[in-house]
T-cell receptor, first 109, second 117 residues
Framework: GIQVEQSPPDLILQEGANSTLRCNFSDSVNNLQWFHQNPWGQLINLFYIPSGTKQNGRLSATTVATERYSLLYISSSQTTDSGVYFC???????????FGTGTRLQVFP | DAGVIQSPRHEVTEMGQEVTLRCKPI?????LFWYRQTMMRGLELLIYFNNNVPIDDSGMPEDRFSAKMPNASFSTLKIQPSEPRDSAVYFC???????????????FGPGTRLTVL
């Protein structure tokens, strides 16, 4: 089956710093989503981005489907950005979201 | 609009008891998914429905698990009998389907944290 790898596994930042999270996947996909799981466990949709670039405030994402990777950029990080960031892909011809192992982000004041 | 609704939010039960988790998808969505999250296995799909019909239950761990979707606005995941290794957070998700532009985008409920003693 498809492999979804995220890096780095852990990231510690001071408030105000920028960061880039990466998601690599081993096969072609119909869909790619980025989620933020906050400290209360809720999975919050960040981006639905099977290809191209999107921006939402301090966050932006780029997916290069032909090269099988996606990047999530967080600028001017805040303590509320802390949590785990998941990339999830929907491989071609399936309807299943396969989740990566996540990047745990801690932002300190 | 209300998001995906799950109940209960927390459930503590004893081994051998029946557990029923409930989910109300977003109105108008035609696909519903049940996931489980554990430290060891991460987030994994258990089963999903399209238009109330189960499509793929290959992720259901064993016969003790069953899921139903009697109508477009309600689904249940049942564990009978429950075991301590079933302790996890269970998420329900839904997606709009065609002709929505982002028809594959899944939206998750808040989850049910299940503890089996």
């Amino acid at each position: 089956g498809i492999q979804v790898e995220q890096s780095p596994p852990d990231l510690i930042l001071q408030e105000g710093a920028n960061s880039t999270l990466r998601c690599n996947f081993s096969d072609s996909v119909n869909n790619l989503q980025w989620f933020h799981q906050n400290p209360w466990g809720q999975l919050i949709n960040l981006f639905y981005i099977p290809s191209g670039t999107k921006q939402n405030g301090r966050l932006s994402a780029t997916t290069v489907a032909t090269e099988r990777y996606s990047l999530l950029y967080i600028s001017s990080s805040q303590t509320t950005d802390s949590g785990v960031y998941f990339c999830a892909v929907d491989p071609d011809n399936t309807d299943k979201l396969i989740f990566g192992t996540g990047t745990r982000l801690q932002v300190f004041p | 609009d209300a998001g995906v609704i799950q109940s209960p939010r927390h459930e503590v039960t004893e081994m051998g008891q029946e557990v029923t988790l409930r989910c109300k998808p977003i109105s108008g969505h035609n696909s519903l998914f049940w996931y489980r999250q554990t430290m060891m296995r991460g987030l994994e799909l258990l089963i999903y429905f399209n238009n109330n019909v189960p499509i793929d239950d290959s992720g259901m761990p064993e016969d003790r698990f069953s899921a139903k979707m009697p109508n477009a606005s309600f689904s249940t995941l049942k564990i009978q009998p429950s075991e301590p290794r079933d302790s996890a957070v269970y998420f329900c998700a839904s997606r709009p389907g065609l002709p929505s532009r982002s028809f594959r985008e899944q939206f998750f409920g808040p989850g049910t944290r299940l503890t089996v003693l």
